[in-house]
């Protein structure tokens, strides 16, 4: 299993129909075959300048190279992606196995 998992800053206000449309359109991601538990989270604490938060699990590796290689994920990051994030951070783990 590999979690994936994204922190983001966008060039968007907080209430922005631009906030809003790119959430919307990140969501749709989950329509992506083989992710699975797509979650989109608020930054509450002030430690850090990431406001948002998207994450999924893949099964395998496999699975997940499939979904970056994926059309519309692809077409995501040309379209909202490069547009509309000012900073990131990607972040993908996997369960340890042992410890």
């Known amino acids: 299993m590999i979690r994936h998992t994204v922190v983001f800053k966008l060039k968007h206000t907080k209430g922005s129909s631009e906030k809003k449309t790119f959430l919307d359109a990140?969501?749709?991601?989950?329509?992506?075959?083989?992710?699975?538990?797509?979650?989109?989270?608020?930054?509450?604490?002030?430690?850090?300048i990431f406001d948002y938060c998207l994450s999924m699990e893949f099964e395998t590796a496999k699975a997940y190279e499939a979904y970056n290689q994926h059309p519309?994920?692809?077409?995501?990051?040309?379209?909202?992606?490069?547009?509309?994030?000012v900073d990131f951070m990607e972040i993908d783990y996997e369960p340890m196995?042992?410890?």
Do not use: E
């Open 26 to 48: 990140a969501l749709k991601l989950s329509s992506i075959p083989g992710a699975h538990q797509l979650g989109c989270m608020r930054q509450t604490s002030k430690k850090n």
């Open 72 to 85: 519309n994920h692809t077409a995501f990051v040309k379209t909202y992606w490069i547009r509309d994030i």
């Open 97 to 99: 196995q042992d410890s």
